[in-house]
């Protein structure tokens, strides 16, 4: 059976959601911070004659990690919101079952 196709975003996202909900929020905070300390100094790209190369890599990196800085904590947010609503209906699951609601539907049938 083939490999549905997914994004990297959809993949961290379930990744994250592995997780328990907090630790999502831990990496949504530290992924803020670091890689808006990346995209910091590089807001004033210099180019150099002759180092064209350089500049629009440079410009590339500030370019992405200014987007990024925003990006990645929403998907590490979004998958700590999926863990917590996960961990909700589990609880609801064992709740159900300890007070004999599932034998109930099931002696229903």
Not at 27 to 46: E, G, N, Q
Not at 94 to 100: E, H, L, R
């Amino acid at each position: 059976m083939p490999r549905r196709k997914t994004s990297l975003a959809t993949d961290l996202m379930d990744l994250v959601a592995m997780l328990p909900w907090w630790v999502g929020v831990v990496f949504a905070v530290v992924s803020y911070v670091l890689v808006h300390r990346m995209a910091a100094p590089l807001t004033a790209v210099a180019i150099q004659p002759g180092r064209l190369g350089d500049g629009v890599a440079r410009a590339l990196g500030a370019a992405l990690s200014g987007f990024g800085q925003y990006v990645l904590p929403v998907i590490c947010l979004a998958g700590a919101a999926v863990s917590g609503w996960r961990r909700q209906q589990r609880r609801t699951l064992a709740s159900n079952a300890v007070q004999g609601k599932g034998v109930e539907a099931l002696e229903g049938m």
